[in-house]
């Protein structure tokens, strides 16, 4: 059973340019988180999915990013116009269906945007 | 809010001297409660969680956590540490009810191991 998966793993973006970080839930898993984690910092949450639905987005810079986890496909995290402290690794995280101790968030291996 | 505080930004043991890295967090109600751990440049793994019943928690890579209610702490523990140990430690919590919900995670603590 493959793990969480992120593509890329590595982005080098230029200021002004968009970012898009993609993630794959574990099979089963429909429930998609996305963290943040800054320089010699903890991860930050930014937004929870599910599939169509974004359910809580409070932790979501107000202007330029953007998440989405369609029916089909992987949930992406979009960076408009870039500036250089959006530089960080992202991480995603999934979970299973709500019930019993479906609690646990299995994560990916991150990507690291880097803004010049 | 919540809130959880690794005061230890940096520890640093020498190979198989026991280990005792600390968490303590605010929260309203019994929260969930997780020790996640991240290698250089890697994701992060689950080292063990606590729901409730028995305040003791036994994890992966013999690893141990207690969970202390009076003083709001979480703290992890190792009897004797391996080199393979040196990694990013971080500690989470979540809201004590059921569903899928964000995790609020603390500051991380380094561990280096001395040969």
């Known amino acids: 059973n493959a793990g969480v998966m992120q593509n890329p793993r590595h982005l080098v973006r230029r200021r002004g340019q968009e970012a898009r970080l993609r993630c794959s839930p574990m099979?089963?898993?429909?429930?998609v988180y996305w963290y943040r984690q800054l320089p010699e910092e903890g991860l930050k949450f930014m937004v929870y999915?599910?599939?169509?639905?974004?359910?809580?987005e409070s932790g979501m810079p107000k202007e330029r990013f953007s998440a989405e986890f369609p029916k089909e496909g992987p949930s992406i995290l979009r960076i408009q116009q870039v500036v250089r402290g959006d530089s960080a690794a992202y991480f995603c995280?999934?979970?299973?269906?709500?019930?019993?101790?479906?609690?646990?968030?299995?994560f990916g291996p991150g990507t690291r945007l880097t803004v010049t | 809010a919540q809130s959880v505080t690794q005061p230890d930004i940096h520890i640093t043991v020498s190979e198989g001297a026991s280990l005792e890295l600390r968490c303590n967090y605010s929260y309203g109600a019994t929260p969930y409660l997780f020790w996640y751990v991240q290698s250089p440049g890697q994701g992060l793994q689950l080292l063990l969680k606590?729901?409730?019943?028995?305040?003791l928690v036994q994890g992966i890579k013999g690893f141990e956590a207690e969970f202390k209610r009076s003083q709001s702490s979480f703290n992890l523990r190792k009897p004797s540490v391996h080199w393979s140990d040196a990694a990013e430690y971080f500690c989470?919590?979540?809201?004590?009810?059921?569903?899928?919900?964000?995790?609020?995670f603390g500051q991380g603590t380094r561990l280096t191991i001395n040969p």
């Open positions: 099979k089963g898993h429909s429930h």
């Open positions: 989470a919590v979540g809201p004590s009810i059921q569903g899928a919900q964000k995790l609020v």
């Open positions: 999915l599910q599939k169509e639905n974004i359910i809580d």
């Open positions: 606590y729901f409730s019943g028995d305040t």
């Open positions: 995280a999934s979970s299973p269906s709500q019930g019993g101790k479906n609690y646990e968030q299995y």
